[in-house]
């Protein structure tokens, strides 16, 4: 009744209800790929989240999306990328109602100071200076309570939230912002989302905690530089952190 159906996205959407993982997937099919291309499952048994953890993907009206794009900018460009892509998911978001949306560093979404949705940015290769990039997304919109609780952290989801949506809609509107939020990276990097990401900062001025490894780094949060480093003001000098290994928390 409410599957997410192909034929409401303008090219190719490839709709697999049960899957490994849908950024897997497609990362094993670049060469038959073009840039904008989208695999949307109902089910992975093996969602991958950052930092090699698990992202728990039961059936019950998710949403696993992952899309394709051979980005000009090449491999170092990744991070950034994965910046805009957070904004842009927050923005069309608020459009669907989730007022108050916010970002955490470097790529979740938040609500109510709880985790609401992941995005994975995985490169799998290049030709030339053109990266092969596979962006995930994973929206917590609707979930058993028995799937809540193999979940180990502090998350919500759209329908705890209040929030009613229509997933075709979503995957939709999500589609076309992807594209053109690709497009508009590659002609201007990150300095058309940095003023948008900062506007949608869950812990700007706040005090955070960063996990690198075994150390633990306190600061206040101050934003992200060009480059997409997470600003942490220390004893009033001001740091960038940058790198994958990262794990900020609130303190
Ligand atoms: C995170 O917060 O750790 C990132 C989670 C990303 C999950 C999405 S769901 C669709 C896509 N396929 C995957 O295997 N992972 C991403």
Not at 8 to 30: C, E, F, H, K
Request: aromatic share 8%; net charge neutral.
């Amino acid at each position: 009744e409410d599957q997410v159906n192909q034929n409401i996205i303008g090219s190719p959407a490839r709709v697999i209800p049960v899957i490994d993982s849908t950024n897997q997937y497609l990362m094993q099919r670049i060469s038959e790929l073009n840039s904008g291309d989208v695999c949307i499952a109902e089910y992975q048994s093996a969602g991958r989240g950052r930092r090699g953890r698990q992202w728990i993907s039961p059936f019950g009206r998710n949403l696993y999306l992952s899309m394709y794009w051979k980005l000009a900018q090449g491999p170092a460009a990744t991070i950034g990328l994965s910046l805009a892509v957070g904004v842009i998911l927050a923005e069309v978001l608020k459009n669907f109602g989730a007022d108050n949306v916010k970002v955490k560093w470097p790529n979740d979404l938040y609500l109510d100071d709880k985790k609401l949705a992941g995005i994975l940015v995985e490169l799998t290769g290049k030709t030339g200076d053109v990266a092969h990039i596979v962006t995930g997304i994973g929206i917590n919109i609707a979930m058993s309570k028995s799937q809540e609780e193999s979940i180990n952290q502090q998350w919500i989801n759209l329908e705890q939230a209040g929030i009613k949506i229509d997933r075709n809609k979503l995957a939709c509107e999500m589609t076309n912002a992807l594209r053109d939020a690709f497009i508009q990276f590659e002609k201007q990097g990150l300095s058309a989302f940095i003023e948008r990401w900062k506007s949608l900062d869950n812990f700007i001025d706040r005090r955070v905690k960063l996990i690198i490894g075994e150390k633990e780094i306190f600061g206040i949060a101050r934003g992200i530089n060009a480059q997409g480093a997470l600003l942490l003001e220390q004893n009033n000098e001001i740091i960038p952190y940058i790198g994958g290994e990262i794990s900020l928390r609130s303190a």
